[in-house]
């Protein structure tokens, strides 16, 4: 049974930092691009960033220079390390497994249930 399951999240604020996890179980992580998306209240899921076998990578345009993602495929995880957060970055915050370098959710067959980001000023 395929299960991704996300933790890290919390309050934060502006300017403070987070790292978020994904752990990965029913298939090995290695062979799958991974990313997160976000959804805050009212909005769309939009790709936040994303990571291939070959740990190439693709950033949302917001998060770029602030937002890393990584992975350790010996502990099948999934990583995204938040810095300099904006209120603008609160939102839940959902991994993701696929089978393409591309940050639309229609490209991506495998959730997790989500983990909440708050950022306050």
């Known amino acids: 049974q395929v299960q991704l399951v996300e933790s890290g999240g919390g309050s934060v604020q502006v300017g403070g930092s987070l790292r978020l996890s994904c752990e990965v179980s029913g298939f090995m992580s290695a062979s799958y691009c991974m990313a997160w998306f976000r959804q805050a209240p009212g909005k769309g899921r939009e790709g936040v960033a994303a990571?291939?076998?070959?740990?190439?990578?693709a950033y949302a345009d917001s998060v770029k220079g602030r937002f890393t993602i990584s992975r350790d495929n010996a502990k099948n995880t999934l990583y995204l390390q938040m810095n300099s957060l904006k209120p603008e970055d609160t939102a839940m915050y959902f991994c993701?497994?696929?089978?393409?370098?591309?940050?639309?959710?229609?490209?991506?067959?495998?959730w997790g249930q989500g983990t909440q980001v708050t950022v306050s000023s």
């Open positions: 993701a497994a696929g089978r393409a370098l591309l940050l639309h959710q229609r490209y991506w067959d495998y």
């Open positions: 990571m291939d076998n070959d740990e190439r990578t």
